[in-house]
């Protein structure tokens, strides 16, 4: 019984934690972070300030997942705790889903296109 | 957990949980939309793979450097990080149990998610004036799927907000509001996080390629 209890104050504690997340300093320092995240993609894009379109694309690649990273913590307030640590399972599951989506359709379909003849040569054919 | 053991009227024993406590009304709400809001993001995830497949076939049609506009992207894009940062001031009001704060910076957010829906629209006009329909090649299906399911989402958050408003108004910020405006807040900031992979991979890295 004494196990009883102490699970329903933890689960009490739990529940206040739970919105008392957000801070005025903590969406601010959110909202600073963004801007800057995505200002510097635009400005690299727009001005063309690295020399290879290849390391352009890397870097605002990084960026972006730097501000999901600042979103996910700032103003959706992800942590281990929250929930018992289950929002954080279904995060994982949910990006592992998403990695296991992405990279699978564009290497399959990658390799698909560069098998495919291309359509010049098959005219060529006769 | 304790295992009550009751003999039934049949000799069979029943088991059940004894002491399953009470949760307040609403207490699994936020996990419940959290799974849901993951469930959406697993749409995104398809709708991106798409895009990353089609996104090159132009069909011999316009590419993304002739149609996309960075400058106005990125004013967009500004709209919906603001949008984003005065949603946060509403939710720190209504700790702090201000309602006509409340409402005040819930009415900036729509406002500015407004302007977001009214821009991203003339783009498509623009662009849909010019011949680039979403019939005229893969890389246009695939982007007018996206970036118009993301656009339809952030809409239908704009009729939720209004609808809390309203809900605001009339019975102030009881627990059952507070709740709904929380599930909205996490809505709005998901499509933010949509978002910054809608405006990396569609028109950052398309104008770049």
Redesign the interface.
């Known amino acids: 019984m004494s196990t009883d209890t102490h699970a329903a104050g933890a689960h009490d504690h739990h529940h206040g934690e739970g919105h008392a997340h957000s801070t005025f300093s903590g969406y601010m320092l959110g909202f600073v972070l963004s801007v800057a995240l995505t200002a510097i993609p635009f400005w690299l894009v727009m001005s063309g300030a690295l020399p290879s379109k290849q390391i352009t694309a890397l870097v605002i690649m990084a960026f972006a997942v730097v501000q999901i990273v600042v979103h996910m913590i700032y103003f959706l307030h992800m942590s281990p705790k929250s929930e018992n640590g289950w929002s954080m399972m279904a995060l994982i599951f949910t990006i592992v889903m998403v990695v296991i989506a992405l990279s699978g359709s564009l290497w399959v379909m990658n390799h698909l296109n560069s098998n495919m003849m291309p359509i010049h040569e098959m005219t060529g054919m006769k | ?2 295992i009550a053991v009751n003999p039934s009227q049949t000799g069979e024993p029943v088991f059940y949980v004894a ?1 399953e ?1 009470p949760h ?1 009304e609403g ?1 699994s709400t ?2 419940g939309f ?2 849901y809001l ?1 469930s959406d ?2 749409i995104f ?2 709708l ?3 895009f ?2 089609l996104g090159a076939n132009y069909a011999a049609g316009p590419a993304p450097k002739d149609l996309f506009d ?1 400058d106005l ?2 004013v967009n ?2 709209m919906l ?1 603001l949008s ?2 005065t949603y ?2 509403a ?2 009001t209504m ?1 702090q149990n201000k309602i006509a704060q409340t409402q005040m910076w819930l009415l900036i957010t729509g406002l500015f998610g407004a302007a977001f829906i009214g821009i991203e629209l003339t783009e498509f006009a623009h662009m849909i004036h010019e011949g680039a329909t979403p019939q005229r090649s893969a890389f246009l299906s695939a982007f007018f799927t996206l970036v118009g399911t993301h656009g339809l989402h952030v809409s239908c958050g704009l009729i939720w907000l209004v609808t809390l408003m309203v809900q605001v108004w009339r019975f102030g910020l009881i627990e059952a509001n ?1 709740r709904r405006l ?1 599930c909205l807040s ?1 809505f709005w ?2 499509l ?2 949509v978002w ?2 809608v ?3 569609v028109y ?2 398309g ?3």
């Open positions: 957990m304790t002491d406590h307040p207490y936020s996990l959290w799974i993951m993001c697993l995830a398809m991106f793979a798409a990353g497949v960075l992207v990125a894009t500004s990080l984003s940062i946060g001031f939710m720190l700790q507070r929380m996490m900031h998901f933010d996080v910054i992979g405006f990396t991979f950052l890295l104008v770049l390629r």
